[in-house]
């Protein structure tokens, strides 16, 4: 399994931003598509956003489209989750995953997931 460490969650207004880290270790992200996906009480999981492993397919939830940017920087093995305009209904747990697949169409089946980072937007 690889491992995938999530940072950058927090306590955050409506309206604010935060920017979530996926970062890998044992492996290059180089050869990785990822996935992020969030958890709300009392809800299922949802995906949120991928990213390819070239970085030039990136998918988005339409709840988050125009709000979300996902980003990878290869020389850190890291990839980003730009969060803006935050609003209540992003709350839950943020999740990281690799391999699975980002592709035009969609994205899944993601088998390795990081511990998830907390993110609460109340006022």
């Known amino acids: 399994q690889l491992h995938l460490v999530e940072s950058g969650g927090g306590l955050v207004q409506p309206g604010g931003s935060l920017r979530l880290s996926c970062t890998a270790s044992?492996?290059?992200?180089?050869?990785?598509?990822i996935g992020w996906f969030r958890q709300a009480p009392g809800k299922e999981r949802e995906g949120v956003s991928c990213i390819s492993h070239s970085g030039l397919i990136k998918k988005y939830a339409d709840s988050v489209k125009g709000r979300f940017t996902i980003s990878k920087d290869n020389a850190k093995n890291t990839v980003y989750l730009q969060m803006n305009s935050l609003k209540p209904e992003d709350t839950g747990v943020y999740f990281c995953?690799?391999?699975?697949?980002?592709?035009?169409?969609?994205?899944?089946?993601?088998?390795?997931w990081g511990q998830g980072t907390q993110v609460t937007v109340s006022s």
């Open positions: 995953a690799a391999e699975g697949g980002c592709y035009t169409t969609g994205w899944g089946g993601f088998g390795s």
């Open positions: 044992g492996f290059s992200l180089d050869s990785y598509d």
